[in-house]
């Protein structure tokens, strides 16, 4: 990132030593300070519109941030219906409860793929538009 200009410098009994040129370390950090503070406005400012967002969904779906302590619970209570057979007693409601928060959790996990693609479907690569004679790619 920061490149120093050295240059040659004879000293009094004729050798030769690099020093650093003190007007290039003053400008690549002032290069490197006006990329910072370019990059943190927009930072800031998106950062700011994602909690937004966010909260307002969760206060819409009435959604609360759970307790670590409810995790470890249900983690220690998953393993533990697996070691006791409290799994066969599962109900087709619970099931389907199951399966419902399946599909949110993928769904979020397709719509934030789509959001990095930029694309709903594959990936956007560059030359593939351009055939061959034959018609293929």
């Given at each position: 990132?920061?490149?120093?200009?050295?240059r040659q410098t004879v000293s009094r009994r004729g050798v030769s030593t690099p020093a650093v040129d003190q007007a290039a370390i003053k400008q690549n950090a002032q290069g490197l300070v006006n990329k910072a503070t370019a990059f943190a406005e927009?930072?800031?400012?998106?950062?700011r519109v994602g909690l937004e967002f966010f909260r307002s969904v969760a206060v819409h779906q009435k959604i609360a941030i759970p307790a670590v302590d409810n995790?470890?619970?249900?983690?220690?209570g998953f393993?533990?219906?697996?070691?006791?057979g409290a799994w066969k007693k599962v109900t087709l409601r619970q099931t389907g409860q199951l399966?419902?928060?399946g599909v949110k959790i993928s769904g979020f996990f397709?719509?934030?793929e789509m959001i990095g693609r930029g694309s709903v479907i594959g990936y956007q690569i560059h030359g593939a538009d351009n055939?061959?004679?034959d018609g293929g790619h």
């Open positions: 990132m920061l490149r120093l200009a050295a927009p930072f800031i400012y998106y950062t995790g470890i619970n249900g983690i220690t393993y533990s219906a697996f070691r006791n399966a419902i928060e397709l719509a934030g055939q061959d004679a």
